[in-house]
C-alpha cells in the first residue's frame, strides 16, 4: 500500500510541520513540552498523567495512517499535566513491518518535535530474554541495537547516538521505582515473532528485549533534538526463552493485566520529568 510520506519528492518535515499545525489548531493547544508514544499495556497512562483537554482521531491528522491493529488506540491526544505543560499522546503507532516505508514509522516522533515536544517517550511491549522479567515487568531501555537494516535518516546525515536513552530520564524514572532493571531492546522487522535462535543471537550480541518498534523511532527523535526514554513492558520471554509458543493473544493478554501498574507507574514518572 503506498504512503503519503512514501512520495520521495515530500519533505517528510515538512509534512510533520503541517500535522503540528493541524493538531495545534485542532487541539487549541499551542505548545506540548512533551509527547509520550503508548504501546501495548501502556495506554490507560494517558487516563492518569493529567487532564485530557483535545482528543483527535489520528486519521484526521495528515501523514497518519490507521493503525494496523487491534489494541492500540488511533488517537492524538493532548493532556494538561499537574504541573500545568501539555502532554501529546500518541496512540497511533505506525510498526515497519506495515510496510508504509521508515518515514511512516517516525511520522509520529516528527511531528511531536514540531509540536513543541523537547522529551519522547516511547513505550512498547517487548519480549523479555531475561527471565527473572516473567510476569510483565517494566524495563527502561538502555540502549538499542537495530536489526531493521533501516534508519530513518536520509543521506549523509551522521546523527550521534550515544546515550540516546537518556541517562537523566532514567534516573527520574528510578527515583519513582528504585527497582525498575534496564535492558538493551533489540527491534526486529517483524510481523513474525523471532525464532529461538535469533533470540540467542540477540542475547549474545548485548540484547535483553525483543520487539518489533521504538529503535526507529528513537534514531528520528534524536535527529530532532529531542531527549528519550525509553520503557519496555515484558509481555512474554521471548522464544525459547520462554518454553511454550508466543501469540499475539497472549501479548495483549499480559498488557491488559499490567496496564493499572505500569501506568500509574509512566504517570509518576511524567509528572517529575
Ligand atoms: N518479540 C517481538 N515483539 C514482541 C514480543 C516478542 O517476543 N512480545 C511482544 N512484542
Not at 504501546?39 to 498523567?49: P, Q, T, V
Not at 540502549?143 to 540516546?164: C, K, M, Q, V, Y
Amino acid at each position: 500500500m503506498t504512503h503519503l510520506l512514501d512520495d520521495e519528492t515530500i519533505n517528510p518535515f515538512e509534512i510533520a510541520q503541517k500535522a503540528a499545525d493541524q493538531i495545534r489548531k485542532l487541539s487549541g493547544v499551542g505548545t506540548h513540552h512533551i509527547a509520550l508514544t503508548l504501546g501495548s499495556g501502556w495506554a490507560k497512562a494517558a487516563d492518569l498523567i493529567g487532564e485530557t483537554v483535545s482528543e483527535i482521531p489520528a486519521t484526521e491528522v495528515i501523514g497518519f495512517s490507521k493503525p494496523a491493529l487491534a489494541g492500540h488506540v488511533g488517537s492524538i491526544r493532548s493532556i494538561k499535566l499537574p504541573n500545568g505543560k501539555f502532554a501529546l499522546v500518541i496512540g497511533a503507532r505506525t510498526h515497519f513491518y506495515e510496510n508504509h516505508g521508515v518515514r511512516a514509522v517516525v511520522h509520529s516522533v516528527r511531528t511531536a518535535a514540531k509540536a513543541g515536544a523537547k522529551v519522547m517517550v516511547l513505550t512498547n511491549g517487548a519480549g523479555g530474554i531475561k527471565p527473572k522479567w516473567a510476569g510483565g515487568a517494566a524495563v527502561l531501555i538502555s540502549d538499542h541495537i537495530n536489526l531493521t537494516a533501516s534508519s530513518p535518516l536520509e543521506g549523509a546525515n551522521f546523527i550521534d547516538l550515544t546515550d540516546l536513552y537518556s541517562a537523566r530520564l532514567r534516573a527520574i524514572a528510578k527515583t519513582v521505582d528504585s527497582s525498575l532493571d534496564e535492558g538493551v531492546y533489540v527491534q526486529f522487522r517483524g510481523p513474525h515473532y523471532e525464532t529461538p535462535a535469533e533470540v540467542q543471537m540477540a542475547k549474545i550480541m548485548g540484547g535483553d528485549i525483543v520487539g518489533m518498534s521504538t529503535a526507529l523511532e528513537a534514531i528520528a527523535a534524536r535527529e530532532s533534538g529531542m531527549e528519550i526514554l525509553g520503557m519496555s513492558l515484558i509481555t512474554n520471554l521471548a522464544a525459547g526463552i520462554q518454553k511454550t509458543p508466543l501469540s499475539h493473544a497472549e501479548v495483549i493478554e499480559a498488557g491488559q493485566q499490567a496496564e493499572a501498574r505500569i501506568s500509574k507507574l509512566l504517570a509518576e514518572i511524567v509528572d517529575k520529568i
